[in-house]
């Protein structure tokens, strides 16, 4: 009886008004649209400024892009500011990469994932400015530098690029100082430091550009806002419904104050925020621009306006509702590969509540339980919700957290303070910047204001290094031979020698991908710099540069290792029976992995139910992924950025594993040609987990999570029997034993098979049904029908 009134109680919390709802509605409804204005108005800028700085050449073409492009205020939205003339609308950026948009014009409409409407109006503009571009694009230049050993691996999927044709993103900015300090504020702080400059300086004429173009930006922002102010007066003129004409008017007085202005009101802080998260996105096409830990900078507007009835909790609880709804209206477009392993239209707008204050005390408060019941209630996978939990977390912000997570969506994902506070004080942050951490995009770990960390430094695909390995440095797949060759594995005597042969292969692979990544690091850095949110980046303004160029006060770059379960689990194949028990000899699984397990399904059934996996707590594999992980994290400690910070490494997929899927061969694991790699970071193999919850967990931490600095990801799926009645509080038990034996991180879809299949032969029943699928959430029927396959047969756990 009690179980079923507390259900009732969260069911009913789960509510919205009939505007959310509305807006909702429409938002899931729209089909996603492109648009050219961006790309004109950058087009324009940048042919009037040729020759300048590219600096100044940055600013004039966000002042020209802010001035003019189309704007758009949603139907009973209380927040202003969009991305496109539409919601749900994307913008197409020139300067990164344009030859995919013009090659897939005509294809976007009839995607399997991600599809966008353009008009055939769109598309004749597009086509008519993409000859000004050719060749200067950061794909273009990056590719006519790479060495061609360095660009054929990236060619060839041994390792993914994912700032090749996009912007970079992956930050936190100081959103705190943004909304306090306001544009204007920041004006007087760039006056004063102009003013400081001395023409003795060595570089005081790139410090001098630097400033110039930060105010050029600051007076388009504000210019930018008042356009909103306008549009909103313009549309009460003619509103009949006397409630949403005051509406529009406070709206309209909300942008004439922000963001120029410090916010005085919570309602005022939420629209200097959009504004100031709008124009990052504005600025350059990089994603997993991330709110950061939004409860903390955002609670003394609420609390204040609370206490001095400026507003009710239940009104402000809808303006929360209404920029849940802002953060699913922003869009990417994305090349048709890049739909597959990022399909869904994920922004990652990572989103942080709890965790600890700088002094090491709760940093929980009542707008952290808003926040987790505003993503109960709204139920879109945007913003992606996550939670800090540490060693005397109070029980009742994680017994919250797990009930929304009992809902479905995939979200909160969990992470650790006794793991990840260390690992921010390793990467040189001091202890209250540690304490200050938060999460950008999936799983990666930054400290908001002061980093520029470069989380997208690309995919390393461990196990076609492993496939490489086997056959000496020959792709069968693509029937072609590479430089590194580590020798005949027939002549290797013992598992020790195969194992050094693979470290090889790891070092050279290794090797190109950062070369790739430095070369890309300058050039973003020289032909796409952020000056707008060098502006909220510590010590950027002070040294005069951007956060792309150096000037944060934290510069490091994380590469992502892709397949370390499968990689565990063929090592422990090779060295079973071929060395130990002698079943197989080098030729014998050659011939094998080359005909794809033909007439060999009974070996492949060994292989699989009885060769050691990893997942399920055996020393004899996770012990080999654990070797696998310190030969990367030693190995990559090595490197350095241009901006003058260090490498890490990172254990996490996105969905990155379903496109290596038909880039890597058959393999030792059992895994055929074409089959998706394991997903996640650090979880096992599709269904290899079969000794329940804690023996998956116990494996994981065997993953020393203090070498994967950069993050890992663990995807867990639940039937959803188990977040009910008294499993409830066992799970959650389980989460907190595995989180004392110094987990990193985990995250849960709550979904029967059954459901996801009937969606997928009846999607228009499910619109709104949102799963996990690495460190984002999706809306399931818009992915790809290879990932919807991958997350159906991800171990369903019944019992821990």
Same mark, same amino acid.
């Not at 997903?679 to 070498?707: I, N, W």
């Given at each position: 009886m009690?179980?079923?009134?507390?259900?009732?109680?969260w069911?009913?919390?789960r509510?919205?008004?009939?505007?959310i709802?509305s807006?909702?509605e429409?938002?899931?409804?729209t089909i996603?649209?492109?648009?050219?204005?961006?790309?004109v108005?950058?087009?324009? &800028?940048y042919?009037?400024?040729?020759g300048?700085p590219?600096i100044?050449?940055?600013? +004039?073409a966000?002042?020209h892009?802010?001035?003019n $492009?189309?704007?758009?205020i949603?139907?009973k939205?209380?927040?202003a500011g969009?991305?496109?003339g539409?919601?749900?609308g994307?913008q197409?950026?020139?300067?990164?990469?344009m030859?995919?948009?013009i090659k897939?014009l005509?294809?976007?409409?009839?995607?399997t994932?991600d599809?966008?409407?353009?008009s055939?109006?769109?598309?004749e503009i597009?086509?008519k400015?993409y000859?000004?571009?050719?060749g200067?694009t950061?794909a273009?230049?990056a590719?006519?530098?790479f060495?061609?050993?360095a660009?054929e691996?990236?060619?060839?999927?041994?390792y993914l690029?994912?700032?090749? +044709?996009s912007?970079i993103g992956?930050m936190?900015i100081d959103?705190?100082?943004?909304?306090?300090?306001?544009?204007?504020?920041?004006?007087?702080k760039?006056?004063?430091?102009?003013?400081?400059?001395? /023409?003795n300086?060595?570089d005081?004429?790139?410090? &001098?550009s630097y400033?110039?173009?930060l105010?050029?930006i600051?007076?388009?922002?504000i210019a930018?806002?008042?356009?909103?102010?306008a549009l909103?007066?313009k549309?009460a003129?003619?509103?009949?419904d006397p409630?949403?004409?005051g509406e529009?008017?406070k709206?309209?007085?909300?942008?004439?104050?922000?963001p120029?202005q410090?916010?005085?009101?919570?309602?005022?802080a939420?629209?200097?925020?959009?504004?100031i998260h709008?124009?990052l996105?504005?600025?350059?096409?990089?994603?997993?621009? &991330?709110?950061?830990?939004?409860d903390?900078?955002?609670?003394?507007?609420y609390i204040?306006?609370?206490?001095?009835?400026?507003l009710s909790q239940?009104?402000?609880?809808e303006?929360?509702?209404c920029?849940?709804?802002?953060?699913?209206?922003l869009?990417k477009?994305?090349d048709?590969?890049?739909s597959?392993a /990022?399909?869904?239209?994920?922004?990652?707008q990572?989103?942080?509540?709890?965790?600890q204050n700088?002094?090491?005390r709760s940093?929980?408060?009542?707008?952290?339980?808003l926040?987790l019941?505003a993503?109960?209630?709204?139920g879109?996978?945007q913003?992606s919700?996550?939670i800090?939990?540490?060693?005397?977390?109070p029980?009742?912000?994680?017994?919250?957290?797990?009930k929304v997570?009992?809902?479905?969506y995939?979200?909160?994902a969990l /992470?650790n303070?006794e793991?990840?506070?260390?690992? $921010?004080?390793?990467l040189?942050?001091?202890l209250?910047?540690?304490?200050n951490?938060?999460?950008?995009?999936?799983?990666e770990?930054?400290?908001?204001?002061?980093?520029?960390?470069w989380?997208?430094g690309?995919f390393l695909?461990l196990?076609?290094v492993?496939?490489?390995?086997?056959?000496?440095?020959?792709?069968p797949?693509l029937n072609?031979?590479?430089?590194?060759?580590?020798?005949?594995?027939?002549?290797?005597?013992? /598992?020790?020698?195969?194992?050094?042969?693979?470290?090889?292969?790891l070092?050279?692979?290794l090797k190109?991908?950062?070369?790739c990544d430095?070369i890309?690091d300058?050039?973003?850095?020289?032909?796409?710099?952020t000056p707008?949110?060098?502006?909220f980046?510590?010590?950027c303004l002070e040294?005069g540069?951007?956060?792309?160029?150096?000037?944060? +006060?934290?510069?490091?770059?994380?590469?992502?290792?892709?397949?370390?379960?499968?990689?565990?689990?063929?090592l422990?194949?090779?060295?079973?029976l071929?060395y130990?028990e002698?079943? #197989?000899?080098w030729?014998?699984?050659?011939?094998i992995?080359?005909n794809?397990?033909?007439?060999q399904e009974?070996l492949?059934?060994?292989i699989?139910?009885?060769?050691?996996k990893y997942?399920?707590?055996?020393?004899?594999v996770?012990?080999?992924?654990?070797e696998?992980v310190?030969? #990367?994290?030693?190995?990559v400690?090595?490197?350095?950025?241009?901006r003058?910070?260090?490498?890490n490494?990172?254990?996490?997929?996105i969905?990155s594993?379903?496109l290596?899927?038909?880039k890597?061969?058959?393999?030792?694991d059992?895994?055929?040609?074409?089959?998706?790699?394991?997903?996640?970071?650090? &979880?096992?193999?599709?269904?290899?987990d079969?000794?329940?919850l804690t023996a998956l967990?116990?494996?994981?931490?065997?993953?020393d999570?203090?070498?994967?600095?950069?993050s890992t990801? #663990?995807?867990?799926?639940l039937?959803p029997?188990?977040?009910?009645?008294n499993?409830?509080?066992?799970?959650i038990?389980v989460i907190?034993?595995?989180?004392?034996l110094?987990?990193?991180?985990?995250q849960?879809?709550?979904?029967?098979?059954?459901?996801?299949?009937?969606?997928q032969?009846?999607?228009?029943?499910?619109?709104? #049904?949102?799963v996990?699928v690495?460190?984002f959430?999706?809306?399931f029927?818009?992915?790809?029908?290879?990932?919807?396959e991958d997350i159906?047969?991800?171990?369903?756990?019944?019992?821990?």
């Amino acid at each position: 009886m009690e179980e079923k009134s507390s259900i009732n109680r969260w069911q009913k919390m789960r509510e919205v008004s009939e505007r959310i709802n509305s807006i909702r509605e429409e938002m899931i409804n729209t089909i996603p649209e492109i648009f050219s204005d961006r790309a004109v108005l950058i087009t324009e &800028s940048y042919e009037k400024t040729l020759g300048q700085p590219y600096i100044i050449r940055r600013a +004039r073409a966000l002042e020209h892009i802010l001035l003019n $492009m189309k704007i758009c205020i949603q139907n009973k939205q209380l927040i202003a500011g969009s991305f496109a003339g539409k919601t749900r609308g994307s913008q197409v950026f020139p300067e990164y990469d344009m030859e995919f948009i013009i090659k897939e014009l005509d294809d976007f409409a009839n995607r399997t994932a991600d599809h966008f409407y353009i008009s055939q109006e769109n598309k004749e503009i597009l086509k008519k400015i993409y000859p000004k571009w050719q060749g200067n694009t950061v794909a273009d230049v990056a590719l006519d530098i790479f060495p061609e050993i360095a660009r054929e691996g990236a060619r060839d999927y041994i390792y993914l690029l994912t700032a090749l +044709r996009s912007g970079i993103g992956h930050m936190i900015i100081d959103y705190q100082s943004a909304i306090s300090l306001g544009i204007t504020g920041v004006l007087e702080k760039i006056e004063k430091l102009q003013n400081k400059l001395s /023409f003795n300086e060595p570089d005081f004429q790139k410090k &001098s550009s630097y400033y110039q173009a930060l105010k050029i930006i600051c007076q388009a922002v504000i210019a930018f806002a008042d356009r909103f102010a306008a549009l909103a007066e313009k549309m009460a003129e003619t509103e009949d419904d006397p409630i949403r004409k005051g509406e529009l008017l406070k709206i309209a007085e909300n942008c004439h104050k922000v963001p120029a202005q410090p916010a005085r009101s919570f309602w005022e802080a939420l629209q200097s925020f959009w504004f100031i998260h709008l124009i990052l996105h504005i600025e350059s096409s990089g994603h997993s621009v &991330s709110p950061g830990r939004f409860d903390q900078y955002m609670y003394p507007y609420y609390i204040n306006d609370l206490k001095n009835n400026v507003l009710s909790q239940k009104f402000a609880e809808e303006l929360i509702h209404c920029l849940w709804l802002k953060f699913f209206e922003l869009n990417k477009i994305r090349d048709k590969e890049s739909s597959i392993a /990022f399909g869904g239209y994920p922004m990652f707008q990572n989103l942080i509540v709890g965790g600890q204050n700088a002094n090491g005390r709760s940093a929980i408060n009542e707008l952290s339980h808003l926040c987790l019941e505003a993503t109960a209630k709204i139920g879109l996978p945007q913003p992606s919700l996550s939670i800090r939990w540490y060693y005397g977390c109070p029980e009742d912000f994680l017994t919250h957290a797990m009930k929304v997570v009992s809902y479905g969506y995939g979200m909160p994902a969990l /992470f650790n303070d006794e793991v990840l506070i260390p690992n $921010m004080l390793q990467l040189g942050y001091t202890l209250e910047e540690a304490r200050n951490y938060a999460i950008v995009g999936c799983t990666e770990t930054s400290v908001p204001g002061i980093s520029e960390p470069w989380l997208t430094g690309g995919f390393l695909n461990l196990l076609k290094v492993l496939e490489l390995t086997i056959y000496n440095g020959y792709d069968p797949l693509l029937n072609k031979q590479y430089n590194c060759q580590t020798g005949d594995v027939c002549q290797f005597k013992t /598992f020790k020698d195969f194992m050094q042969a693979y470290f090889m292969q790891l070092k050279y692979y290794l090797k190109q991908l950062i070369t790739c990544d430095n070369i890309l690091d300058q050039i973003h850095g020289e032909l796409c710099p952020t000056p707008f949110e060098s502006i909220f980046i510590k010590d950027c303004l002070e040294k005069g540069e951007t956060s792309l160029s150096g000037g944060a +006060r934290y510069n490091y770059t994380t590469l992502e290792a892709v397949g370390i379960a499968n990689v565990a689990d063929s090592l422990a194949t090779i060295k079973k029976l071929i060395y130990e028990e002698q079943r #197989l000899s080098w030729s014998d699984l050659k011939n094998i992995l080359i005909n794809n397990f033909s007439e060999q399904e009974d070996l492949r059934q060994h292989i699989l139910n009885k060769v050691p996996k990893y997942g399920n707590d055996q020393d004899y594999v996770d012990n080999l992924g654990a070797e696998v992980v310190d030969k #990367l994290y030693s190995e990559v400690c090595k490197y350095r950025t241009p901006r003058g910070g260090r490498y890490n490494i990172a254990l996490y997929t996105i969905a990155s594993h379903v496109l290596f899927a038909n880039k890597t061969g058959a393999t030792p694991d059992g895994r055929k040609r074409g089959m998706v790699l394991a997903d996640g970071g650090v &979880s096992c193999s599709q269904g290899r987990d079969k000794e329940g919850l804690t023996a998956l967990f116990k494996s994981v931490v065997k993953l020393d999570p203090y070498k994967a600095a950069g993050s890992t990801l #663990l995807n867990v799926k639940l039937n959803p029997s188990l977040l009910q009645g008294n499993s409830f509080n066992k799970i959650i038990d389980v989460i907190k034993t595995y989180f004392l034996l110094k987990g990193q991180h985990v995250q849960f879809n709550v979904i029967d098979a059954d459901t996801l299949r009937d969606a997928q032969k009846n999607p228009e029943k499910y619109s709104s #049904l949102t799963v996990r699928v690495a460190g984002f959430s999706v809306l399931f029927t818009t992915i790809d029908p290879q990932l919807q396959e991958d997350i159906i047969r991800r171990t369903e756990y019944n019992n821990q």
